[in-house]
């Protein structure tokens, strides 16, 4: 048994939270690049131009990417053999939460209910937290903060299996062109196909955390991943004004089904696909 | 790209019909930021017959809710919010005589009809492109509204702010027109 103290994750919570907002992964940045070399807009090139410049300032001046900085997921992989030392692993992640959107100059941008009170709880807290029990005695936290203009494009169809792979790509591409122009493209999109409902959005969360140059290593999930990539960027969507460059990368997680089910769920992620990592 | 066209507010009704979807223009002068919130508790207050904190004629709205400001600055990160969440509320506050709005993202018909009607033109920020943006951002003021933090109405000195017209005064629609000849399937 290993101790972890809960100040520890809350210190590298809130660090964390604050490199996730200011420096975009190097994998993005890239793929924004090859973007910008191959997009045939005049507009789009003004466009990519902009977005690339803006991940420069954002990285070298220590300032939030985009002004949305996001409803902060975490995702936990915690070994069976950590012992949490000091309070409850919850408290300690969102404590970090707090004091990293608050010393970091981060937007708070949660309400405490969603309905008929909608307050700012002003410190970011509650986090979204997805704890995965894993063999070992390490900790492993990403802080994956997720905009709202992106998550208000996402969509779930549940499909038959008689749709298979062709209605699932189908199922990916009505998601795509209902949000068009408005998720901030060019996007990441992140898929989850099999498991329930809830489990296939999960999985399409977690898909968003895929590096854009690496590939599906199930080449069953490798074409589809590339069939839609080549789709996507044909719907003329572009980098927001129209053009080549809609999506960076397209990623699928499946997992095991029911025999009557085939979920497809498709988080939108746009340009701003910020996580950052840490392992205790 | 062809040469950006210079605005410098308020924006007069004349001027704004004379911008066209697909045009660059650098922005300069007072706009006003206000989103969601500022937006619903400004329509609820013209719906009691009481008056709004700022006389909105001529004047540019911009959907934001920006970072704080680090200590020095006059304003965090400042990239455009969708703007159709605001629609339900927009044919209410063009009345009110804004002549421009600056935000992303696609409008509803209606909203599109009043921006004829009033001589309204939508502009486009880039999203996401908001360390950039806040560049161009020189002072920031809340003038109403401080409980709503980041979604308090504000007003913000701007120089050269950079954006495109996507609908213009006779309802062309810059999304479709660049999306056009890239369009496949």
Redesign the interface.
Known sequence: MRNIKTEEITEVVAQLCKEAAYYLPDDVYEALKKGRATEKSPVGCDVLDQIIKNAEIAKAEDRPYCQDTGLTIVFVEIGQEVHIEGGLMEDAINDGIAKGYTEGYLRKSVVGEPLFNRVNTKDNTPGVIYTQLVAGDKLKITVAPKGFGSENNSGLEMLVPAEGVEGVKAAVMRIIKHADCNPCPPMVVGIGVGGTMDKAAYMSKKALLHRCDEHNPDPNYAKPEKDLFEMINKTGIGPQLGGTTTTLAVHVEWGPTHIAGLPVAVTICCHACRHASRTL | ?AEKIRIQTPLTEEMSRKLKA?D?VLISGIIYSARD?AHKVMTEALARGEKLPIDWHNQIVYY???????PGDPI????P??S?RMDAYTPTMLDQGIKGMIG???RKPEVVESMKKNGTTYF?A??????????SVKKYEVIAYPE???EALAALTVEDF?A?V?IDTEGNN??E?????????
């Not at chain 2, 027109?177 to 399937?185: H, L």
């Open positions: 790209m697909g660059s919130a934001l809710g920006p970072t704080p400001a680090k965090g990160s400042a990239g919010t969708t159709g992303k993202g696609s486009a880039v999203g996401g492109a908001a360390a950039l943006i806040a560049k709503l933090g980041p950079p495109i996507v810059f999304y027109i660049g999306q056009k000849p890239y369009r496949e399937i």
